[in-house]
């Protein structure tokens, strides 16, 4: 239909304005107009009874290579209502990398993006990026360039700083991917390599992303005992480099750390703003985090071959380095103990069955009188390519980064082929109704809705995207609050979402009663940066 009327819908617009009753006018993929009672003269559907919103977006999600691999891309995202999301997050994107040469690397980031497919094009963000501006897509897509990738693709795992012409190939890199559309950069600091990258670095890499109005978007050093120490790090690079900043996954980890450091982290935050600089945070609606088994690893072993870790000398240093502090260095074992990590995701044999069970249950079902020697014998049969889920969070302290006026909603969710995966990657966009505003009342519904659309849209500077209004783009959801439900659990974490009746997308209808349509008219995102070029 070229032009049709959405009739009936008790509208939600994404600005966290109240509700109201009002049909839409869709013309050629936009919104036309939007008011009480439109004419009856267009075809249409009904809402009558049900809440229309803006498509919600999924600021960050690692589906990068999921549109090349995955037959099934889309539904269990179009049943959430996500139809915008933006991949490349955490310093971790597909490109610029070559999937013959940097194996390595992908390798590194299988737990998170999943496995590369054959022919992925990652050699470039261009070639990336016009892939899939390419293929018939279910949802929109833009991308974030990941620093972490771009060091990996100038000097592999190399720790040493970036000589002369090293830099100027990454700062080459980081044009090259606003050319082809990125929103911004993302920052993976507590991962390899991008730890080793030095302030004076960063300001090198940021350099264009500010002056072309860009997005830095940041996994922190640290988010336990050095949470505010992390987030002063980050203030002041993006102050330096004068370029906008958003937070990824703000939260406070770590038992000793709980209702007490995110208060202090959100302080710094809140001095940033007054002194006008510009900056965000995202979060997601659980008390658990996903990750990979590497992250438990301590800092000294970090370069440690898996085989070490099947020797007798191995699995003795590793049990030594976990049970003591590292400055700098967030020790989940320590911190939040080893019943509260659970195994998520594994590639050989030995510990399918294990996948959703916490590392002390494992542990005694495998002989190990240590948590730490199964730990061990993981990384020396799984290397990097094992998942995991820790429980390091409150949720009184996940309630208050909510409820902040500058927080927008993500899922975090990780593409990696894990058995047991976070529960986020098929519910996190219902959880934040039913648990946040309909069970908690932590937050008004209109105030949900904006921190679902609007306020990520703005964050990546997607222009018609994120509110209902006249001009934006028709990404339009319709349902019922009461019976849009998430059922993903840690314990049976592959449950699609229901209850989402109709899912448009650039005016198509894309979704209806949790089935996918056969219309395929997402698109690329491209950031502010895309248009400036030249």
């Excluded at 070639?127 to 897509?137: D, F, H, I, K, V």
């Excluded at 002056?211 to 050093?221: E, F, P, S, Y």
């Excluded at 082929?417 to 008004?444: I, N, W």
């Excluded at 439900?485 to 209850?499: E, I, L, N, S, V």
Aim: aromatic share 8%; net charge negative.
């Amino acid at each position: 239909m070229e032009a049709w009327i959405l009739r009936g819908g008790i509208v939600c617009d994404g600005t966290a304005r109240p509700p109201a009753r009002a049909d839409i006018l869709v013309k050629e993929g936009r919104i036309a107009a939007i008011a009480p009672h439109l004419p009856d003269t267009l075809p249409g559907f009904q809402a009558d009874g049900c809440l229309v919103t803006p498509g919600f977006v999924d600021q960050h999600r690692h589906c990068d290579l999921a549109p090349f691999r995955d037959a099934a891309f889309g539904r269990l995202e179009l049943a959430q209502g996500i139809t915008s999301t933006v991949v490349g997050n955490c310093g971790l994107s597909a490109a610029p990398l070559d999937p013959n040469q940097d194996h390595d690397f992908f390798a590194y980031m299988a737990p998170v993006l999943g496995p590369v497919p054959a022919g992925a094009p990652c050699a470039s963000h261009a070639a990336y990026a016009a892939a899939l501006a390419g293929r018939p897509l279910p949802l929109h897509i833009g991308f974030l360039a990941g620093l972490g990738s771009v060091r990996y693709a100038v000097k592999g795992f190399s720790p040493s700083p970036f000589a002369a012409q090293e830099l100027a190939r990454g700062v080459q890199l980081v044009e090259e991917a606003l050319d082809a559309g990125a929103c911004g950069v993302s920052l993976g600091m507590m991962y390899r390599p991008e730890c080793y990258t030095l302030p004076e670095e960063y300001a090198a890499l940021l350099a264009p992303v500010a002056r072309r109005g860009g997005v830095l978007c940041t996994h922190i050093r640290g988010e336990g005992d050095s949470l505010v120490a992390s987030v002063q790090e980050v203030l002041k690079l993006a102050r330096e480099a004068g370029v906008r900043l958003n937070i990824s996954h703000f939260k406070a980890t770590g038992v000793r750390n709980w209702r007490s450091s995110i208060f202090r982290a959100i302080d710094c935050l809140e001095n940033a703003r007054a002194g006008g600089q510009d900056v965000t945070a995202d979060f997601y609606p659980y008390d658990g985090g996903s990750t990979t088994l590497l992250s438990l690893l301590p800092p000294p072993l970090a370069d440690c071959p898996p085989e070490f870790f099947a020797t007798a000398a191995g699995r003795t240093r590793l049990r030594r380095e976990l049970y003591r502090d590292h400055p700098g260095w967030d020790n989940m074992v320590t911190a939040i103990g080893w019943e509260r990590i659970l195994l998520s995701a594994v590639t050989g044999p030995g510990y399918l069955a294990d996948q959703g069970k916490d590392f002390c249950q494992i542990a005694a079902t495998h002989g190990f009188d240590d948590p730490a020697d199964l730990m061990a014998d993981l990384l020396a049969s799984e290397g990097g390519n094992a998942g995991i889920i820790v429980l390091s969070m409150d949720w009184a302290d996940v309630q208050t980064v909510a409820k902040l006026p500058y927080t927008a909603l993500i899922s975090d969710a990780l593409y990696g082929d894990a058995g047991s995966p976070h529960p986020r990657l098929y519910g996190a966009f219902p959880r934040m109704l039913r648990k946040l505003v309909q069970e908690d009342h932590c937050l008004t519904l209109e105030q949900a809705i904006a921190k679902m659309t609007a306020l990520p849209a703005r964050c990546l500077g997607l222009t018609g995207r994120g509110v209902l209004a006249p001009g934006a783009c028709a990404d339009l959801l319709v349902f019922r609050p009461e019976e849009f439900a998430d059922h993903a659990t840690y314990t049976a974490p592959k449950q699609f979402a229901t209850g989402m009746r109709l899912v448009f997308v650039n005016g198509r209808l894309a979704f209806r009663h949790d089935t996918m349509e056969p219309a395929r008219a997402g698109t690329l995102l491209r950031g502010p940066a895309y248009t400036q070029k030249g």
